[in-house]
């Protein structure tokens, strides 16, 4: 099955996007390649974006070279994840291949594109601002840094903020993408960029000038109980919270909760870190959000997924399908004020979809249904990029929309 979304005219900025269901990688490739081909015209596209599931790793880069010679695009990314989104399906944990196409015109209408790829052999300058501006092709120009990346090979803590502040001088520029979900142990992901495949690392492409590129970034759960101060912690252990033992605090807050909110508790518990723990009330949005990977009953501590530091602000946070669903239709109504988009790539979490919905789609259908059905691309993600308080961030449980004008 192959479906097809096109906006835009093909003598000025135009966008496509296709989903195939084929199980063979290269009849999928050609299904996608096809459908973009007819979709742009016959136009060569500035940017192909193209997310496989695992089931196409070992073929991709051959599908990937077939794809090329048909569609001869400025710059092509792809990389392998567990499931792919598309035009309005999220074919989970089924074969898929989604694609999209951007094409902005004759001699690209003031846009300056810039890939640049990295691995653990060939590091990019982390500690050195301008050398990383230099590498990635950054300027105050910039709109956005879309990046794929191997969650077992890239420091991607170090790597997001190091990227949004190379240019200095209090201007952040937004990094938006994910890491790719495609495989459970190391060197077994695939990454391509034009005609190079890798196994670790990342990929990036820096985009500039004249385009407009707005980000939406819509975390799946809600704070709970009250913000507590991290008085004690060993690397990503919490050990002592408002002076207490970790455990017994949140054991107490949890103990408080009204009985249709600790039903949610099967759902996992998280902890959101506080952006700016000066803020009067935090809320929904105020916090980044990281999995409680256990605890350890012996010393009352709590494992999360991220290094917090002493006097830090931070809030349990429960999984929630209402709050998710009410958080994204609350951004997308701040959407309403500009035109629909030209494209949309986006990158959810894979504790999203069915798992926290119960259904199919969720996500893809309000997006599109809100924005006026455009053209869309992505993938479930080990981890989403995205901006949030001028800030880059790795998410849990979020959905992140990339949104070109």
Do not use: Y
């Given at each position: ?367 599109r249904k809100r924005l006026d059905d455009p053209p869309l691309a992505g993938f479930f993600a080990a981890g989403e990029f995205g901006p949030l308080s001028g800030s880059n961030f790795i998410h849990s449980q979020a959905v992140v929309a990339t949104l070109f004008?």
């Amino acid at each position: 099955m192959i479906t097809h979304t096109v906006r835009g005219d093909p003598t000025s900025r135009i966008a496509a996007s296709a989903t195939s269901e084929h199980h063979d990688t290269r009849t999928a490739a050609d299904e996608v390649a096809g459908a973009l081909h007819d979709a742009l015209a016959g136009k060569a596209p500035d940017i192909v974006m193209l997310m496989a599931s695992f089931h196409h790793t070992a073929a991709l880069p051959d599908a990937c070279n077939d794809l090329r010679r048909m569609l001869v695009p400025g710059h092509l990314l792809a990389g392998t994840v567990e499931s792919v989104l598309g035009d309005g399906r999220e074919l989970e944990g089924i074969a898929g291949m989604s694609a999209m196409a951007l094409r902005f015109g004759p001699h690209g209408h003031g846009i300056r594109l810039s890939p640049w790829r990295t691995t653990p052999w060939e590091p990019i300058p982390l500690s050195q601002p301008e050398a990383m501006a230099a590498r990635i092709d950054a300027g105050t120009d910039t709109k956005c840094v879309l990046v794929l990346a191997d969650p077992f090979s890239t420091p991607s803590t170090r790597m997001l903020p190091a990227i949004g502040s190379c240019l200095g001088g209090g201007h952040t520029i937004p990094v938006t993408g994910g890491l790719l979900s495609g495989a459970s142990q190391p060197t077994c992901n695939r990454l391509i960029l034009d005609d190079v495949v890798q196994d670790a690392g990342a990929i990036g492409l820096t985009i500039s000038g004249d385009i407009d590129v707005r980000t939406i970034v819509s975390q799946g759960c809600r704070p709970i109980g009250h913000p507590v101060v991290v008085t004690e912690c060993d690397g990503n252990i919490l050990t002592g919270l408002d002076g207490r033992p970790a455990l017994d605090t949140v054991r107490d807050m949890l103990s408080e909760l009204p009985e249709d909110e600790r039903q949610l508790l099967s759902g996992g518990l998280l902890v959101g870190r506080a952006i700016d723990a000066s803020k009067k009330r935090l809320g929904r949005g105020d916090f980044v959000v990281r999995n409680v990977l256990g605890v350890e009953k012996e010393k009352k501590a709590i494992a999360i997924g991220e290094l917090p530091r002493r006097g830090q602000t931070v809030q349990v946070h429960l999984r929630d399908a209402q709050a998710s669903h009410e958080d994204l239709q609350l951004l997308l109504d701040g959407q309403q004020l500009h035109d629909p988009p030209l494209a949309t790539f986006l990158v959810t979490c894979n504790g999203r979809g069915q798992r926290l919905f119960g259904e199919v789609g969720h996500d893809t259908a309000i997006i599109r249904k809100r924005l006026d059905d455009p053209p869309l691309a992505g993938f479930f993600a080990a981890g989403e990029f995205g901006p949030l308080s001028g800030s880059n961030f790795i998410h849990s449980q979020a959905v992140v929309a990339t949104l070109f004008g």
